[in-house]
């Protein structure tokens, strides 16, 4: 079992940033992809960026250019660094982990608590 604990959500105005971690515990050697989603209120779950080990990114369109998602490898840890932020971007984000990157895409795997960011205008 894989444990993860996110945080680093919290209210911002529009334009401003904010730093999203989750830290993986238990069986972490068995992850090799990470990623973050969100869910707005009355919209599907959707994922905005995912990372491997070996440091292959992919992201959202939406949030390409303004989001940056990290990986230290040897804290078992995923950061999500989010910039111009935008009241669109309001949600419960949740860090996904899984032990390959198809099965994160797919949004099977091991899943955090969540932690709401909230943009205001």
């Known amino acids: 079992q894989v444990q993860l604990v996110e945080s680093g959500g919290g209210l911002v105005q529009a334009g401003g940033s904010l730093r999203l971690s989750c830290a993986a515990s238990?069986?972490?050697?068995?992850?090799?992809?990470m990623g973050w989603y969100r869910q707005a209120p009355g919209k599907q779950r959707e994922l905005v960026a995912a990372i491997t080990n070996a440091g292959w990114t992919n992201y959202a369109d939406s949030v390409k250019g303004r989001f940056t998602i990290s990986r230290d490898n040897a804290k078992n840890t995923v950061f999500l660094q989010m910039n111009s932020l935008k009241p669109e971007d309001t949600a419960v984000f949740y860090c996904?982990?899984?032990?390959?990157?198809?099965?994160?895409?797919?949004?099977?795997?091991?899943w955090g608590q969540g932690t709401q960011v909230t943009v205001s205008s």
């Open positions: 238990g069986s972490a050697f068995s992850i090799n992809a």
């Open positions: 996904v982990a899984a032990p390959n990157l198809q099965l994160v895409v797919r949004g099977q795997g091991y």
